[in-house]
């Protein structure tokens, strides 16, 4: 495993979607693997932690989170904009070997089998809490948390490290057509 890579305390896991950063989500079933980008995406609960994506009944992704019950969001950054980009408009179904035209480099932690984005900088494997009506209806997902780690370099003490850390390091912001931002410059609130 990579050495900056760290555990995230579970009651700190949503901190690492808080700023509301472009995820890549990923997951596995039947020897089929995939990851997709995912811009709608949050924090939901602390204690179980709980994310929410909106994850379209078009993607193989979803297929695969719906088979296997689990499911990986990842903070992609700004060395991975190709990347995401590339993920989220290819079509597994239509480029079989989409993660290879994608660059798409997996691992696994132990004990979850859950393929996991390289070189992002913080992953959250989650349990599917089946909500077929949200599901069905508003393509929303629910998923516990029961896994969470990032990069030290980036992500450490429970908190994002944005204005130390390296450019390449800062997290991407979907807007639409290809459009992304990386985050901004931190602003503190002194009389806290």
Known sequence: MNEHIAPVALDCAYRVLNHGPTVLVSASHGGVENVMA????????????????????????????????????????????????????????EAPDKLAQCDVELFRMDGFDVPLVAGSSAWL??????????????????????GAWADTRVFRDGHWQFETAAPHWRSLHYIAGGHFYAIGEAAVVKDV
């Open 38 to 93: 995912a811009a709608w995406s949050c924090a939901l609960d602390f204690s179980p932690p709980k994310v929410t994506v909106v994850l379209d009944k078009a993607t193989r992704t979803r297929s695969l989170v719906e088979s296997s019950g689990l499911f990986a969001l990842q903070v992609p950054n700004l060395s991975q904009l190709e990347l995401t980009y590339k993920v989220g408009t290819r079509s597994l179904d």
């Open 125 to 146: 494997i989650c349990k599917l809490i089946p909500e077929p009506h949200n599901q069905q209806t508003y393509d929303l997902f629910i998923g516990e948390v029961v």
